[in-house]
């Protein structure tokens, strides 16, 4: 009688397997549905698969085994990065390269004249570019903030160095153009504005002290005219005071002069020898001041278009005293 169960029980688990995972609705024989003949070996049921447990943050359970760590992965190599193609259009180019370390040592000359470096800097970087450049652009190629470059814009205009013009129309901008600067092309423009600029801001208010000090050493001097030594110092200071204004009144001469003709000059400065330059100089401290004084009253009220007939008959005079 058991083996007969056995046998049927046996069809039974082949014919619900059979119909596949659509066919099995109903559920499989168990042991407890259909016991087993005598003496027939008993056999467990598979274990069921033990889901992973993810570390938390507090701490592991004790009766868990601990976990192997997981094997480290090799490190990826960093790609080697391709050399830039240097090109005079690109930002990184030489030419930019160039024209940033010629900003730089521009920035280290800068306070020799009286120019701050960041100004100094400024103005380099916009000689060398040739053109006109906003805020934006100055700031990010000098590594300047807003603030650093706004304020070297300002103090580079209010020195004469730099212009402003209205900022190149971008493609596909609308409204009114901003605000660019471009430095001034004529060197001997910028460095008349530079000479006028420190006499403003140096030659005038040093005149002005010494004056003071020379008004007063006369006043302190006219108290005690027994005194040598204040006697010694007012006159001291008249000369410095006089020494100063002459200087002051050169330096604004010299800023007053058209630069093409400051130019021309020192081009023709430049292509007489040394030799004969200083000669000049000692021949013009030769004439007393007498005769000085007319000969240049005279030189000064020809016309411009005479100038070139008086050169020529001055030359012929004085060739023979030149033999």
């Known amino acids: 009688m058991n083996e007969k169960r056995a046998t049927v029980?046996?069809?039974?688990?082949?014919?619900?397997?059979?119909?596949?995972?659509?066919?099995?609705?109903?559920?499989?024989?168990?042991?407890?549905?259909?016991?087993?003949?005598?003496?027939a070996p008993v056999v467990p049921p598979p274990p069921e698969p033990v889901p992973a447990i993810r570390p938390g943050p507090g701490p592991a359970p004790a009766n868990l085994p601990p976990?192997?760590?997981?094997?480290?992965?090799?490190?990826?190599?960093?790609?080697?990065?391709?050399?830039?193609?240097?090109?005079?259009?690109?930002?990184?180019?030489?030419?930019?390269?160039?024209?940033?370390?010629?900003?730089?040592?521009?920035?280290?000359?800068?306070?020799?004249?009286?120019?701050?470096?960041?100004?100094?800097?400024?103005?380099?970087?916009?000689?060398?570019?040739?053109?006109?450049?906003?805020?934006r652009e100055v700031r990010e190629a000098l590594g300047l903030s807003h603030r650093a470059a706004s304020i070297a814009l300002a103090e580079s205009e209010a020195w004469g160095l730099v212009e402003r013009v209205p900022e190149p129309r971008r493609v596909g901008r609308r409204g009114p153009a901003g605000t660019a600067w471009v430095a001034v092309g004529d060197h001997w423009r910028w460095f008349g504005r530079v000479v006028e600029q420190r006499r403003l801001r140096e030659g005038d208010p040093t005149a002005a002290a010494i004056a003071s000090a020379s008004a007063a050493a006369d006043t302190v001097a006219l108290q005690a005219p027994g005194d040598g030594e204040l006697a010694g110092l007012r006159d001291w200071l008249a000369d410095f005071l006089e020494f100063v204004r002459l200087f002051d009144r050169a330096a604004a001469l010299v800023a007053r002069v058209p630069p093409d003709t400051v130019e021309r000059g020192m081009r023709l400065l430049g292509e007489i020898p040394d030799e004969q330059a200083l000669r000049l100089v000692a021949l013009l401290a030769a004439v007393p001041d007498q005769d000085a004084r007319p000969l240049l009253a005279i030189v000064a009220a020809l016309p411009p278009g005479g100038a070139p007939r008086a050169a020529r008959i001055v030359a012929r005079a004085l060739r023979p005293l030149a033999r």
């Open 67 to 135: 976990s192997e760590p997981a094997p480290a992965k090799p490190p990826r190599p960093n790609p080697v990065p391709a050399e830039p193609r240097a090109s005079r259009l690109e930002p990184g180019g030489t030419a930019e390269v160039l024209r940033r370390r010629f900003a730089d040592a521009w920035g280290t000359v800068g306070p020799e004249w009286g120019v701050a470096p960041a100004t100094a800097r400024v103005h380099g970087y916009l000689l060398a570019h040739r053109r006109a450049l906003t805020e």
């Open 9 to 39: 029980k046996a069809h039974e688990w082949a014919a619900w397997d059979r119909r596949g995972p659509a066919g099995r609705g109903a559920a499989a024989p168990t042991a407890a549905t259909a016991p087993l003949p005598s003496g």
